[in-house]
């Protein structure tokens, strides 16, 4: 499969113009620049990979849109009549890391406050 995604997830935005390829950019590059600021800070180990993953995921998005305005989706799926959108592996990169870091908030120790 190879489809030409011009949106965001889903392909929302897809037909929206050119406006929002720079819109998509600019969001990739504040939650990168956000990211890279969080991955400063001491963390579990679990917590920084969920990041990284992130990370990496809306920055290779981001930078295949800038360059080309679009991102390639080629990982199509079918199983018993059930069909799940295409998608990329930076896509999975962002999905793997928010399940880790929705793992980590359940793991997480209770705050004592005083």
């Known amino acids: 499969m190879h489809v030409l995604n011009t949106g965001a997830a889903f392909s929302f935005l897809a037909d929206a113009g050119a406006w929002s390829r720079y819109l998509l950019v600019a969001i990739a590059l504040a939650a990168s620049i956000w990211l890279l600021a969080v991955l400063r800070k001491p963390m579990p180990l679990v917590e920084s990979l969920g990041y990284g993953l992130v ?6 998005n981001g930078v295949d849109r800038a360059r080309h305005g679009h991102v390639v989706d080629f990982l199509d799926f079918h199983w018993q009549g059930w069909h799940w959108p295409a998608f990329n592996i930076a896509d999975i990169g962002i999905v ?6 929705v793992c980590a908030a359940f793991k997480a120790p209770a705050v004592q406050t005083r």
């Open 96 to 101: 793997g890391g928010v399940a880790l870091l």
């Open 55 to 60: 990370l990496g995921g809306a920055a290779g």
